[in-house]
């Protein structure tokens, strides 16, 4: 129970009240000196020794050890235009022209290159069926010997190996073959010859324009010089390796004898930009795409402060600040360097959301910032991602006026103790109860208890299904709010129900979800439904997964967990709890599912909300007999019977699906019938450590300010405020 200022034990008795003046001056002293203590009487260390940023850099994209969130390009823009520039991995600036909106950028690395046409409806439809086969592809136009040509580029890949594998099994596919007309694709990469190097812009387009007259494939490249000046460079060519590249310099020097060709150090830091008509509809609109050497980071920034930056391949998400593009280990990095404030904005704003009383969301604001901060710099070029691996961060599009208001009201304020700052773990809802770290990832942390949650509020608002069986034996849910009560009841008091429209769906889940809990069945005015229940909705308060096939779930089991599992799968049990009620063992045919940690259950059985749930088994069921003696039934494969009245035979009951009904007068399947499997059936959404959100929300409805709330959740912290 959560205790209210009404249930709080008095403070004082008659004693206490007949004491002196000086004693309440010398308590009032105490306590000034006890508020810089954490509640475990360990000092709470300095604000100024605290970490504190000014910016932050959020990761969009990054191939990282803890993080493989990857895009093959990223396309850029602003309602007023975007200002361009780019820069080396050492500092050196390099401008860059106005382009047209929007901009592409991707990395200068191996690609497959398509044969050339001048049909840009052939290219368009080779790219469109490469799309279809999930291949990322780009259309690039080029102006040569006086025509326009499309080159259908695929990739980019991290080696000549790996472009090489992905074309042959591309080739192999009939379906491109035919598009091909014979000819065949090459691989392109990052190996170019300069054929020129200029100050001024006007004399390498002069020197750009002789090349491609000639039938020379070239562009234009922007580098860094040493003195910090820029050159523009002709870049001839584009080959996977050095080798071919000195065979395709001497082939272009059979077309012009007097062309001088030099190699490009493929690491050199550049900015390559070509002519990108993906998106157009007739190869006529072009948008500028920049490829980029290794050592060469774009950098985007709105024209007008006020605005953001839409990165389409992040859902299109508008984003503060700026937007750097470039390498990392080989693969893209998309990076947002934004305000560290105003990213909180989003952030509380994304975590939670419009509706939300404003002292849970600035109960968040407090726990997203210290958790940020705590990071370090997590990612090497990145202190965090957007993704809920860290903290949910959806851009100035998401932001609402509550979350910003709590974020202002709690500038600077963090979690600490007297080791400093805290990892201020939280989850969306705790099942009504938060989890101890035994229970999740098995590492202690003294500000990390289980307490009670009223994470129930969910439940409260969520709509009302009724678990029903279908005339057939089926079970499943219908939304209470498309069936009636007949007014008749079975044998066992069970309600029948009817529809009140037509074709209403029954569906495995109570959730109207198409992707997740697609309907499996329609049932029309007339129809007898058995009502086995009524549960509320599935979400962060109870949530229901399965049924699950016995061989998928051994699939599942064998596949993520330490030691594999002998089948066919008969049992599934749960065999421990821990000390909020948390699963943290589970055993497969009466052998223990072996994880590195509890909270990993999760993953192994696809992703299940949390590990506060039991599991039910339909077509197997335990009868409490006399004197405390067990019957598992039904036992070997054997039929389920039923005694008769009057010294009649048992009868064998050969209907598809039966139920049962529980002391607590409850029923749930066992049948045979197409509903066979496991079942999930749970509270709470997430590890459960630390502040629940719905609880929060929950305790700020009750009339707890931000302070109490994070107190409740965060045993022993003080709240600090960095400057």
Do not use: C
């Not at 820069?87 to 950028?105: C, D, F, H, M």
């Not at 993953?603 to 409490?624: A, C």
Request: proline share 6%; no cysteine; net charge neutral.
């Amino acid at each position: 129970m959560i205790r209210t200022p009404a249930n709080l034990p008095p403070v004082g008795h008659r004693r206490a009240q007949a004491a002196t003046a000086a004693l309440l001056v010398l308590f009032l002293l105490f306590m000034l000196t006890f508020s810089l203590f954490v509640h475990t009487g360990r000092p709470a260390r300095s604000a100024a020794a605290l970490p504190k940023l000014s910016t932050i850099r959020v990761a969009l994209f990054i191939d990282a050890d803890k993080l493989k969130q990857t895009a093959a390009a990223v396309t850029l823009s602003a309602e007023r235009g975007l200002v361009l520039g780019a820069r080396t991995k050492a500092g050196t600036g390099i401008p860059l022209s106005p382009a047209a909106q929007p901009v592409r950028a991707s990395l200068d690395r191996h690609r497959i290159r398509w044969p050339a046409t001048d049909q840009f409806a052939e290219a368009k439809m080779l790219r469109d069926k490469l799309a279809s086969l999930n291949q990322p592809s780009v259309i690039f136009r080029r102006t040569l010997q006086g025509k326009t040509v499309f080159e259908v580029f695929t990739g980019p890949y991290a080696s000549d190996e790996a472009a090489q594998a992905a074309m042959a099994k591309l080739i192999a596919d009939g379906s491109i073959a035919a598009l091909l007309k014979g000819a065949g694709p090459a691989i392109a990469g990052p190996h170019h010859a300069s054929a020129g190097e200029y100050r001024e812009e006007a004399a390498a387009l002069n020197r750009l324009e002789s090349l491609r007259q000639a039938g020379i494939a070239a562009d234009l490249a922007l580098a860094a010089n040493a003195d910090g000046s820029v050159s523009y460079i002709v870049l001839a060519l584009e080959e996977p390796d050095a080798t071919r590249l000195a065979a395709a310099m001497q082939a272009a020097q059979t077309k012009l004898p007097n062309l001088a060709l030099k190699p490009v150090d493929p690491t050199a830091p550049y900015v390559l930009s070509r002519e990108d008509v993906t998106d157009s509809a007739d190869g006529k609109t072009a948008i500028g795409h920049y490829l980029l050497g290794s050592d060469t980071v774009l950098v985007a920034k709105p024209a007008q402060a006020d605005e953001g930056i839409k990165v389409r391949e992040r859902e299109e998400r508008l984003y503060r600040g700026s937007i750097e593009v470039g390498a990392y280990r080989g693969s893209l990095a998309v990076i947002n360097e934004v305000d560290f404030e105003q990213y909180l904005y989003s952030v509380v704003s994304t975590e939670m959301g419009k509706g939300w009383p404003l002292e849970a969301l600035k109960a968040q604001a407090v726990a997203a910032r210290t958790y940020a901060l705590k990071q370090g710099v997590k990612y090497e070029i990145a202190h965090i991602s957007d993704s809920t691996l860290d903290q949910a961060y959806y851009g100035m599009g998401a932001e609402i006026p509550e979350a910003v208001q709590a974020v202002q009201a709690t500038a600077g304020q963090v979690l600490a103790d007297a080791d400093g700052l805290i990892l201020p773990m939280y989850s969306a809802n705790a099942g009504g109860k938060t989890a101890d770290p035994s229970e999740v990832y098995g590492l202690p942390a003294a500000y990390l208890k289980s307490v009670d949650s009223p994470d129930d509020y969910t439940g409260k608002e969520a709509p009302a299904w009724h678990y029903v069986m279908l005339q057939d034996g089926r079970t499943g849910y219908i939304s209470s709010e498309f069936v009636r009560n007949t007014g008749t009841t079975n044998g066992a008091g069970f309600a029948y129900y009817e529809p009140t429209g037509t074709s209403v769906n029954v569906r495995p889940l109570p959730k109207a979800d198409n992707r997740t809990s697609p309907p499996f069945a329609k049932v029309n005015p007339g129809d007898r439904l058995l009502s086995l229940g009524v549960v509320p909705e599935a979400g962060p308060s109870a949530w229901v997964a399965g049924p699950f096939d016995p061989d998928e779930l051994l699939e599942m089991i064998n596949r993520s967990a330490e030691e594999k599992i002998a089948g066919p799968l008969k049992t599934l049990e749960v065999s421990q709890r821990g000390p909020s009620g948390r699963v943290i063992e589970i055993r497969a045919n009466g052998q223990p599912v072996k994880v590195k940690y509890p909270d990993e259950y999760r993953r192994v059985f696809g992703g299940l909300p949390s590990t506060k749930f039991v599991i039910e088994q339909t077509g197997r069921y335990t009868i409490l007999g006399a004197g405390g003696a067990t019957t598992t039934a039904p036992q070997n494969g054997q039929p389920v019977y039923a005694a008769q009245a009057g010294g009649r035979s048992a009868q064998p009951l050969v209907s598809p699906e039966l139920y049962v009904m529980g002391g607590e007068g409850t029923a749930r399947a066992i049948g045979t019938g197409p509903s066979v499997g496991f079942v999930f059936r749970g509270t709470g959404n997430g590890h459960g450590l630390g502040l629940s959100q719905w609880g929060a929300r929950g305790l700020a409805a009750q009339g707890y300010d931000y302070r109490a709330i994070l107190l409740h959740y965060y045993s022993g912290v003080n709240i600090v405020k960095v400057e």
